[in-house]
């Protein structure tokens, strides 16, 4: 079936293009910052891409402190979200869990740990048997120590493009999902309009919130967005007996498999080595025996626990799994907030904030300066650690 064809406004103040957590909260603080004509473009249906494919996980426990910034400045949003929204997005504040096994990621964790409390994360290194006691699933073969922060936890995605959704239409926004962007017109170094399926908009600035696709959408204008599309795959177990309601997102660093109660069973998953980049979303199965070993290892009761179901979507890699965030050096106009490497959900919030203030002119709550995706053309890289 054909989508119907999309009401396209002439002109926009600015068009943000993908309709994802990134793009619908910049939208929404544009908007709700009396910024007139706000249009945001999504090919597909609102969250359709990476968003509504998330684990749902929220954290502020990262080793970059812009990163620690905007994933605590999210999870205020996300606590408060019903009071400002209007919108339940179930959210879980059961903690996140990084279970340590190496003198290597001890060591720094605890410099994290360190960083995350100078910026009013109550983040702590705590010992195995109180990892266990949060976590009773949990093998505690091999284990050193685990950091855990009680004010992290999990969302329904689903739930946050929605009351996002309908907050940037209250403030004046026009979104329009099922109409997508094909190409940027620059003119004289300038943005000058964003070609659709349904015809031109004229516009001087435009947002990529494009996630994994916005290598494309750089090209268009003559940005390059060091962004490659990465496949991950998700389970959902059938019912767990005695599952801990307040089980924390828990995480085995060293493998990077995790998981996190979703109804009466858990949601889990694993980053798998050999997963060649791609845009492809079917499921296969070839990550399954690295996944089985992990969970016989550190969490072996699930290991008799049925699959229910699960899904693909799309992280947005970038060479140092940190961010871009900025305004293009060398075309006036283009802004970006793309390439989170699996962290776009969480920090969805807060970077609708910067890119408000990004385009007026102001200066953002944090520096984010430092992810110019310009730091690529020097040796600016700055590795993130805490990738799950």
């Known amino acids: 079936m054909t989508a119907p064809r999309c009401h396209l406004p002439s002109s926009a103040s600015v068009v943000v293009i993908g309709g994802g957590v990134i793009g619908l909260s910049t939208a929404h603080a544009l908007a709700r910052a009396g910024v007139h004509d706000v249009v945001l473009l999504d090919r597909d249906a609102l969250g359709s891409g990476s968003t509504c494919r998330a684990a749902g996980g929220v954290r502020a426990q990262f080793s970059d402190p812009v990163n620690v910034a905007l994933g605590a400045r999210s999870l205020e949003t996300f606590r408060d979200f019903p009071a400002r929204f209007g919108q339940e997005i179930d959210l879980h504040q059961v903690?996140?869990?990084?279970l340590l096994s190496t003198p290597?990621?001890?060591?720094?964790?605890?410099?994290?740990?360190?960083?995350?409390?100078?910026l009013g994360v109550p983040s702590r290194l705590i010992g195995v048997e109180e990892a266990r006691r949060l976590s009773p699933l949990v093998s505690p073969e091999g284990l050193l120590a685990a950091a855990y922060s009680p004010t992290d936890g999990h969302c329904t995605p689903e739930s946050v493009v929605l009351g996002y959704a309908s907050a940037a239409r209250r403030a004046g926004a026009t979104l329009l999902p099922h109409?997508?962007?094909t190409g940027?017109?620059?003119?004289?170094?300038?943005?000058?309009?964003?070609?659709?399926d349904a015809g031109t908009?004229?516009?001087?600035?435009?947002?990529?919130?494009?996630?994994?696709?916005?290598?494309?959408?750089?090209?268009?204008?003559?940005?390059?967005?060091?962004?490659?599309?990465?496949?991950?795959?998700?389970?959902v177990t059938e019912p767990v007996p005695g599952l801990d309601p307040r089980t924390p997102f828990t995480i085995d660093f060293e493998t990077s498999f995790y998981f996190h109660r979703e109804g009466e069973g858990l949601l889990l998953g694993m980053?798998?080595?050999e997963e060649i980049p791609g845009f492809g979303l079917s499921r296969s199965d070839a990550w399954l025996p690295r996944l089985g070993a992990a969970i016989e290892r550190r969490a072996p009761a699930l290991a008799e626990v049925g699959i229910a179901g699960g899904w693909a979507g799309l992280y947005e890699m970038t060479p140092d799994h940190n961010a871009l965030i900025g305004r293009a050096d060398t075309v006036e106009g283009f802004l970006y907030a793309t390439g989170f490497s699996g962290h776009g959900f969480l920090m969805g919030p807060a970077v609708g904030e910067v890119v408000r203030d990004l385009y007026l002119g102001e200066e953002p709550f944090?520096?984010?300066?430092?992810?110019?995706?310009?730091?690529?053309?020097?040796?600016?890289?700055?590795?993130?650690?805490?990738?799950?």
């Open 179 to 181: 109409c997508a962007a």
């Open 366 to 388: 944090v520096d984010v300066s430092g992810l110019s995706a310009a730091r690529f053309a020097g040796a600016d890289a700055r590795p993130e650690l805490n990738i799950v």
């Open 184 to 196: 940027v017109d620059v003119r004289d170094g300038r943005v000058t309009g964003v070609r659709t």
């Open 104 to 118: 290597e990621a001890l060591a720094a964790f605890e410099a994290n740990v360190a960083l995350q409390n100078a």
């Open 201 to 235: 908009i004229r516009t001087d600035t435009v947002v990529c919130a494009a996630g994994a696709w916005s290598a494309e959408i750089g090209s268009w204008a003559g940005v390059d967005l060091p962004v490659t599309p990465l496949r991950r795959q998700i389970l």
């Open 271 to 273: 980053s798998d080595p």
């Open 95 to 98: 903690g996140y869990l990084f």
